[in-house]
């Protein structure tokens, strides 16, 4: 099955904030969110986590897949907001998070949402400044919320340096953030923006997890043999988006910036623009590309 809306996943398990940039809601004895998009969703994300933990001081932490603005864009909102909140994410995140160019640029791709989200902010301070992160996470970390809920650190670069993905036993649950690639109108748009090799390796060994509920980056949550499937299509895609690169640099006799503008005519889609901001887009485009070109 898969499923294009925020709400309840299973008992336990809810997306919060918006179908296309949503956080993952685990209520443990100490609830867990997971991710937390860009910061003008923050007041969203609050409001939910109201409704299903009653008292948002009860959430525990936010664990981020990686340091991208669309992942962590709302945690100085609601570490604002929620007394005692804590962050975990990985040593390189952590290191990425407090560095100011790291930082600026985290506001400028911010500032596109902002505008757009303007009338439900509310009138909220939801501006990103650096994050201190309380916990650092590596992979086959084993922590435990209570209650039978335990969360597995999955180390799955290839996205960027610092991705990780979550695995939740319980009810058989990852939260991958892009190291499963991400949807758009040609089908499964694989993000291997910091390395291949290393992103080709992540999705096998997610390939090896027993998953029943896939809990994607934006828009969509798989269930049973869809989970399967994607996991086999996302290493297809990323083995044809390959070679896509290559034919382009081949073509254009190595021009990257010609490969990444006939790719951005081909594949970006202005009507998505919530899901897949320009600016963000060809950032991700061009690393794709460097990757490719790097490698040849
Ligand atoms: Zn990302």
Known sequence: MILEQTGKICDGFYSTGYHFMPAF???????????????????????????????????????????????????????????????????????????????????????????????????????????????ILKDGDELDYGGGWKVRVIETPGHTKDSLSFYIPRIKALIAGEAVGVYNHHGIQPEFSSSYIDYMASLEKLATLDIDILAMAHVHILTGDDVRKHIRDSIESAVSFKGRIENYLDMFSGDSERVVETIFREDHDETQALRQDKKSFLLNLNAKVRVIAEKK
């Open 25 to 135: 809601l685990m209520i443990s004895k100490t609830p867990v969110l997971f991710d937390a998009g860009v910061t003008a969703i923050g007041p969203k994300y609050l409001e939910d986590i109201k409704t299903y933990l009653g008292d948002t001081d009860r959430l525990g932490y936010i664990f981020l897949t990686h340091s991208h603005f669309d992942h962590c864009g709302a945690c100085p909102f609601l570490k604002r907001k929620i007394k005692g909140l804590k962050i975990a994410a990985s040593a390189r995140a952590a290191r990425v998070l407090e560095k100011p160019s790291a930082v600026e640029l985290m506001r400028t791709l911010s500032s596109t949402f902002e505008k757009t989200f303007k009338d439900i902010m509310g009138g909220e301070d939801v501006s990103f400044n650096s994050v201190a992160v309380d916990l």
